[in-house]
């Protein structure tokens, strides 16, 4: 298999065209700062409330996002009947129970990466959601990106031939008061900074047949920095690290047989990559390098879904959740990581 004479246009739709939802928000913490700003620049969503456990938080956030609305719980935001679909964006083991909350309540819900903080947690709120016949679906951000388009299409085509190994790195480096120090936040690098190698790994490669995991400690026995390889069936690898001890390149590769498709960093934000096949012939991609001003193509394919009366994306499964989870669940029982 050649690769193409040039690259594949995405088949991204503007965000711009998908029908308006009215959007709560649930948690105020920073990646809903984020989240907010890139809906209100980039798509026609509308945000009409958000809820915190203090009235006056909420009050604030509100008022910086232009939204009509502050409610002084969880549960005043989930019952509110302006509200279409609600965004989860709190820490990561309240994810499940906030996500709950606002399914029960009958609203479609976004929940920010990881879903859950298990495997079992997220087919628990499967069946929440069908039960309801409430749209579900996790905020893995990078999927959306244009970029990730491109190489979904050279992977589906099969231009880089056999893929045989996943190779990606994330490292940053966060002050002690970050909330990924906390470990009755679920702190440490797998739940947060991981969940990208993981799912970079799992979307190329599948399910793993095998994963082995090691880790480094810090003295309050948080985890800090974790090591891991995953086998498929096939014999392809991948090799993922993860750390908040300092800074890393955050670059990905993924090897094809035929064809590499090399992502600089951050590999999971909007950005270049290269392509090189084994005789020396390269493509290149590039975008803006926006950040998380994209958070918005996310909420944008949510509002598209849910519009059409579906209950899922194509685009992030529930079932790829839950088998990056299950991973993720392996990864921990072999550190000994207790949430």
């Known amino acids: 298999m050649a690769l193409p004479a040039e690259l594949p246009a995405p088949r991204t739709p503007d965000p711009m065209d998908a029908p308006p939802l009215r959007w709560g928000i649930l948690g105020t913490g920073w990646i809903a700062y984020r989240f907010c700003a890139a809906l209100g620049a980039g798509t026609r969503q509308q945000l009409v409330a958000v809820g915190s456990r203090s009235f006056e938080t909420a009050r604030a956030f509100a008022e910086m996002h232009h939204l009509p609305r502050a409610h002084a719980s969880y549960a005043e935001l989930v019952a509110d009947p302006e509200v279409d679909v609600v965004y989860v964006a709190t820490p990561h083991n309240h994810h499940h129970d906030d996500a709950a909350l606002a399914l029960e309540a009958g609203k479609h819900v976004l929940v920010e990466k990881p879903m859950c903080v298990s495997a079992a947690q997220a087919r628990s709120l499967g069946a929440i959601a069908e039960s309801r016949g409430r749209f579900l679906m996790e905020a893995m951000w990078a999927l959306f990106l244009p970029k990730f388009d491109v190489i979904r299409q050279l992977l589906e085509s099969g231009s880089l031939g ?64 974790a090591g891991m390889l995953l086998r498929t069936g096939s014999g392809a690898l991948a090799t993922l690290h993860a750390t908040q001890l300092g800074n890393t390149p955050t670059a990905a590769t993924i090897q094809g047989e035929a064809a590499t498709v090399e992502i600089a960093g951050p590999f999971y934000q909007p950005g270049p990559f290269r392509v090189r096949d084994i005789d020396g012939t390269t493509l290149e991609w590039d975008e803006p390098r926006v950040a998380h001003s994209a958070l918005h193509l996310q909420a944008a394919e949510v509002a598209r879904q849910v519009a059409a009366g579906q ?29």
């Open 311 to 339: 209950t899922g994306s194509p685009l992030r499964r529930l079932a790829d959740t839950i088998a990056y989870l299950e991973v993720m669940d392996e990864v921990r029982r072999q550190l000994g990581i207790s949430l």
């Open 162 to 225: 056999a893929v045989r190994a996943v190779v990606a790195d994330i490292g940053e480096h966060f002050e002690p008061s970050h909330r990924i120090w906390r470990a009755d936040l679920a702190g440490g690098p797998l739940m947060d900074l991981g969940t990208y190698p993981l799912t970079l790994a799992t979307w190329v490669l599948g399910e793993p047949a095998n994963v082995q995991a090691m880790g480094t400690f810090a003295p309050d026995g948080l985890n800090v920095q």
